[in-house]
């Protein structure tokens, strides 16, 4: 977790140094490129997941429904409370 | 939105077919965390010139930490609504969905606390929050607003969810993301214990 901070805090002082369109620019480009390869190796992970592929059947459905609750959740009392703190903001 | 759901969805097919050779996991937990580093790396430069992404942080003050907080009870009030109409208990619930999207501490955690299934269970669950989260984000951003967004993500907006974070909110939100990223990583230990062993 910490490296990973350590590289976003790189990135950003590599971003600073150079033009700010071109920080954008590579940033941009960098950050999709790790990102779909990033998602491509997490998705060979989980269809190479021998015991996840076979408890699936049994319980994928719970596991659904619990994921998208808690998700549901989340997104719901954040957005509330995101409407109070804007609304406090205003004059 | 497309690029994203193509790019999970081949690597799945690729995992499940047997085209990537299973022998090959070191090599790919090595390329999950260099990819993971160019994604942050490249979302550190585009951050070095929006302006507006720490004003937003500035202007919240101390009330930045009000959004992690409210997607921890947020996640958790939808975990005790599934153990009202389902046949799992409240403790199974809260325990698992408080991995918060980190499926692989959470399913290590509650396999070494004493239930193996229930730890196979939560890493399943929190796999599907990461993957729902990666593929729903940007609708949610659109129709919920930036907070809900990251709350979405869970512990996953300092990492896996960052990239897509940074993309829709045309890097707005990758502070607010790091910040609540980072404190529900450190709280999955404490409320998957906490829920598993005395509730």
């Not at chain 2, 497309?2 to 995992?15: D, K, N, P, R």
């Not at chain 2, 010139?49 to 930490?65: D, P, T």
């Not at chain 2, 109409?85 to 004493?114: D, H, K």
Request: a positive charge; charged letters at 10%.
């Amino acid at each position: 977790m910490w490296l990973l901070l350590v590289v976003l805090a790189l990135g950003f002082l590599v971003g600073k140094l150079v033009r700010s369109d071109l920080a954008k620019g590579v940033g941009k480009v960098l950050s999709t490129v790790g990102l779909l390869f990033l998602l491509f190796a997490m998705g060979v992970r989980l269809g190479q997941e021998e015991f996840l592929r076979m408890k699936l059947t049994f319980f994928g459905l719970s596991a659904l429904f619990l994921a998208f609750a808690a998700g549901a959740g989340a997104v719901v009392v954040a957005g509330l409370v995101e409407r109070m703190v804007s609304r406090r903001k205003r004059p | 939105m497309i690029g994203i759901v193509l790019s999970l969805g081949t690597g799945v097919l690729f995992g499940f077919s047997g085209l990537f050779p299973s022998a090959f996991g070191g090599f790919l937990e090595r390329w999950i965390d260099i990819s993971l580093y160019v994604l942050v790396f490249g979302v550190g430069m585009e951050l070095a010139w929006e302006s507006k992404a720490f004003e937003e942080l500035r202007s919240l003050g101390f009330r930045v930490f009000l959004l992690p907080l409210a997607a921890m009870v947020g996640s958790l009030l939808g975990a005790a609504f599934v153990a009202l109409c389902s046949p799992m208990t409240l403790r199974e619930c809260l325990a698992v969905a408080s991995g918060f999207g980190w499926y692989s501490l959470s399913g290590v955690l509650l396999a070494r606390l004493g239930n193996p299934s229930l730890g196979l269970f939560a890493f399943a669950t929190n796999v599907f929050r990461e993957i729902l989260a990666l593929v729903s984000l940007e609708w949610v951003y659109r129709a919920f607003g930036g907070w809900a967004a990251v709350a979405l993500g869970g512990a996953t907006s300092m990492d896996t969810t960052l990239g897509v974070l940074s993309r829709v909110s045309g890097g707005k939100l990758v502070p607010l993301g790091v910040v609540s990223g980072v404190l529900h990583s450190l709280c999955v230990p404490f409320w998957v214990t906490l829920f598993f062993q005395f509730l």
